[in-house]
């Protein structure tokens, strides 16, 4: 079946601009996550869904980033005022927690965001 | 969640299994050691994850010493396509929605020889 899709893929925006990322998790799961990577470092958590319901954002960076998920699918991660600092890759995940006993999450491509 | 430790880079030959460290000497009674990779320019992947037991699937097995301080990663044949990054990392059981955020660190670059 369908993975965990992201789009784009690649984004390159200047300085300032705002950018949107989206997430098309696998149909059906409840939980979703948005994760950042830096070059050469591990994926670092950035918030959560359950649902619609954001219940946990402790990752997010700043009052920049804002991430939703409003019909409890898609779901968009929003960065405003890019900064340099901002560019990474930005991956989402997706579970069926509710149905699942173990932690296993199905992780998108990710996509990567350059800021000039 | 317990802090975790693993070797920055290893290489194993085509063929020959590829055993991977962990060391996670605070992790607590309750707490699960979980295995990631993730191949270049793709997402991590779930490979096996253990409380205590030995663990084996159609992937790997996982050794996890008794007092739970530490464990391997055993991939029995490697193949090239198993290069990849491999993260260790220890999550709390799923008790509750909320607390399922995993804690990566670095990593493990595995690197298979021809």
């Known amino acids: 079946g369908a993975g965990v899709s992201q789009s784009p893929r690649y984004k390159v925006a200047k300085r300032g601009q705002d950018v949107a990322l989206r997430c098309d998790p696998i149909?059906?799961?409840?939980?979703l996550f948005w994760y950042q990577q830096a070059l050469g470092q591990g994926p670092e958590f950035l918030t959560y869904?359950?649902?619609?319901?954001?219940?946990?954002k402790s990752g997010l960076p700043s009052d920049r980033f804002f991430a939703e998920r409003p019909e409890g699918s898609v779901s968009t991660l929003k960065i405003q005022r890019t900064q340099q600092e901002d560019s990474a890759v930005y991956l989402c995940?997706?579970?069926?927690?509710?149905?699942?006993?173990?932690?296993?999450?199905?992780f998108g491509p990710g996509t990567r965001l350059t800021v000039l | 969640d317990a802090k975790t430790t693993q070797p920055t880079s290893m290489d194993c030959a085509e063929g020959r299994a590829a055993n991977l460290p962990c060391n996670h000497s605070t992790i607590s009674g309750n707490e699960y050691v979980y295995w990631y990779r993730q191949i270049h320019s793709q997402g991590p992947q779930y490979i096996i994850h253990g409380l205590k037991n030995n663990e084996t699937n159609e992937m790997a097995s996982l050794i996890i010493t008794e007092d739970r301080k530490s464990s391997t990663l055993i991939l029995p044949h490697a193949t090239l396509r198993d290069t990849a990054v491999y993260y260790c990392i220890v999550s709390p059981p799923l008790l509750n929605f909320g607390n399922e955020k995993l804690t990566f660190g670095t990593g493990t670059r595995l690197t298979i020889i021809p």
């Open positions: 995940a997706s579970s069926d927690r509710d149905r699942r006993s173990y932690n296993e999450q199905f």
């Open positions: 869904f359950q649902n619609e319901a954001q219940l946990d």
């Open positions: 149909s059906g799961h409840v939980s």
